[in-house]
Nanobody, 123 residues
């Protein structure tokens, strides 16, 4: 059974940084993509970033380029999201997703999805 274990969320002041981790287990992910999505209160879930294991290519939401960095450790089936210069607007539940054949920007297109981790940025 595939499981995604997210960690690293919490409360941070504006301008601070957090790194989220998502460890995938119970499956093989070497030929797939993993990604991060987020959902703020009262808003739709949106794409944040994704990485493809086969070539390490990554894609970001345009509004987050330069502040967020996605990386991965294939040996550990773990993907990371480094978030810098955080703003109150970044407050959301962040979800990990895995098992897409390539980088996709729709949460529902990933075969496996995590439960989410809360990130709160105070002003």
């Amino acid at each position: 059974q595939v499981q995604l274990l997210e960690s690293g969320g919490g409360l941070v002041q504006a301008g601070g940084s957090l790194e989220l981790s998502c460890a995938a287990s119970g499956g093989t992910f070497t030929r797939t993509a993993m990604g991060w999505f987020r959902q703020a209160p009262g808003k739709e879930r949106e794409f944040v970033a994704a990485i493809r294991w086969t070539d390490g290519s990554a894609s970001y939401a345009d509004s987050l380029k330069g502040r967020f960095t996605i990386s991965g450790d294939g040996a550990k089936n773990t993907v990371y999201l480094q978030m810098n210069s955080l703003k109150p607007d970044d407050t959301a539940v962040y979800y990990c997703a895995a098992g897409a054949p390539f980088i996709l920007r729709q949460f529902g297109n990933y075969n496996y999805r995590g439960q989410g981790t809360q990130v709160t940025v105070s002003s």
